[in-house]
């Protein structure tokens, strides 16, 4: 199984980043996918999630209104739209897939994860 990240990058506040997380290896339909991510000595926390269907999702309250979770099932990718970037969205952002990933808000016990990618924000 394997959880292909990419999109991270340096950006200044207000820009905008497009986070893709292509997925492979078995079948996910019984699973939720979402980004966690971890900034330099905070606790990991889950950013987005939604379910393999599409028809759930979840935003962390820090980014609600500015990040999208979106899913191509065709494509089997999800993706986080993120706008309107702030500092403080600077971390290591990871994929991660997991039947219980709506329930696991740090991160804990997750069955996949995903290479992180950086994202920077300038002030």
């Known amino acids: 199984v394997q959880l292909q990240a990419s999109g991270g990058g340096l950006v200044q506040a207000g820009g905008s980043l497009r986070l893709s997380c292509a997925a492979s290896?078995?079948?996910?339909?019984?699973?939720?996918l979402g980004w966690f991510r971890q900034a330099a000595g905070k606790e990991r926390e889950l950013v987005a999630a939604?379910?393999?269907?599409?028809?759930?999702?979840f935003h962390a309250d820090s980014v609600k209104g500015r990040f999208t979770i979106a899913i191509d099932n065709a494509k089997d990718t999800v993706y986080l739209q993120m706008e309107s970037l702030k500092p403080e969205d600077t971390a290591v952002y990871y994929c991660?897939?997991?039947?219980?990933?709506?329930?696991?808000?740090?991160?804990?016990?997750?069955?996949?994860w995903g290479q992180g990618t950086q994202v920077t924000v300038s002030s």
């Open positions: 939604i379910t393999w269907s599409g028809g759930s999702r």
């Open positions: 290896g078995r079948t996910f339909n019984s699973y939720s």
């Open positions: 991660a897939a997991d039947p219980r990933l709506f329930i696991r808000p740090i991160g804990r016990g997750i069955e996949y």
